[in-house]
């Protein structure tokens, strides 16, 4: 893949920055969307702008580091940073300071980037939604846990931010807020520093306006990485070989997100070499339980510390009951649930011999109301499971106007490649102006 950077006066990128005063002039126009339009959206836990300007200030004086240079990005808040308050989307951990940044951010300060702010998460990142909305209406979720990050970019208050996933919290929400999503390959991108959930499956991930944004971000994320094995690489758009997942969850799916899949698929014919159909097992309709199950018992360890700190009662009755669930599963259903990711990932490894990418959708359907809580994660388990990277695309509307969207699931370390994939499907068909907020703060 092409770098990116801040030369390239046609990219995504060099659009951000573009007069005397890039970065400050863009964290300005940052902070003036988020003045205008934060109170109806409510994306962000912490926002400095004092120390945003004055970090935009100092990129402008250097040397350009890199592609991220002077970029303005969100952090989901239970990325830990030094300098900002980390609360975890909990009020037991609300103005806690770290000592000091998680890799991630360390890596993009490295770079040049800007840390505008901290961007919603439900609690603890599992289950308690926030009150972030939706952009596109502001009765719907935006998703979780990575709610504020895929709000901010979707309303275009931040071009760019980090989330986490452990089930689908970066490729759902993305997908309820129209915006492009990466799951890098899990492992590729450091976790030091940020809250676990359920390290079997944890993984940093990124929203965007645009996907070459997320190539920038994957440069920059994965270059210390000494023991990450060697990049892989997908053939061209025109030789590539797709295959459409037919899971036994398709079921789960809205009528306008399947058909959205059927179009797309058949749009590719006249683009890719191959299109075929890839039928999940049967015994796979199991994944979501297994999954479940584990990242239950996982956070029963991992966040106990955090949520038997006084005032315990602060912690919500769903935390409690899922917790509760993963303290108590007996041995053999551990085994069970293990037993299903094992035959997951074999599954993925064998569909990879036939083709070089897998498509599904990124969601079930258009973001649900927000009252029902923040949405079906089942169609991006498989990804989360497999461990492979996973990008998202905003790829057409439902009945009722709301985004829908596609994902693109490549083999392991292929992230840059597929980030190409994204790119040149995107260019191709439009992709990244068809999902502009249009400010209608009344819409359901």
Known sequence: MNTVTGSDTGSPIAGILADEHPSVSAVERCLDRIAKRDHVVGAWAHLDPGLAIEQARARDGEERRSPLHGIPIGLKDIIETGDQPTGYGSSLWSGWRPVQDAEVVRRLRRDGAVILGKTTTTEFATYRPTATRNPHGLGRTPGGSSS??????????????????????????????????????????????????????????????????????????????????????????????????????????????????????????????????????????????????IMAAEAAASLAERVTRPHVERVSEQLHRFLHEGRTAAPSEIQWARQVLRDARTFVGRAFDEVDVLVTLAAPGEAPPIESGTGDPVFNKLASIAGCPAVGLPAGRGIEGLPLGIQIIAPHHADQALVRIATCLTDRVGLAHRFEVHEEADRD
């Open 148 to 293: 504020g990050s895929a709000a901010a970019v979707a309303d275009g208050q931040v071009p760019l931010a980090l989330g986490t996933q452990t089930a689908g919290s970066v490729l759902r929400p993305g997908s309820f807020c129209g915006v492009f999503t990466l799951k890098p390959t899990y492992g590729r991108w450091p976790f030091d520093g940020v809250l676990p959930v359920a390290l079997t499956f944890d993984t940093v991930g990124a929203f965007a306006r645009h996907p070459a944004w997320l190539g920038a971000m994957d440069e920059s994320l994965s270059t210390d990485g000494a023991s990450t094995p060697p990049a892989s690489v997908l053939p061209a758009l025109h030789e590539l070989r797709v295959g459409i997942l037919r899971p036994p969850w398709a079921d789960r799916a809205t009528s306008a997100a399947a058909a959205l899949l059927d179009e797309f698929a058949e749009n590719l014919r006249g683009v890719v070499a191959d299109v075929r159909d890839v039928p999940v097992p049967d015994a796979l309709g199991a994944l979501d339980g297994a999954h479940t199950l």
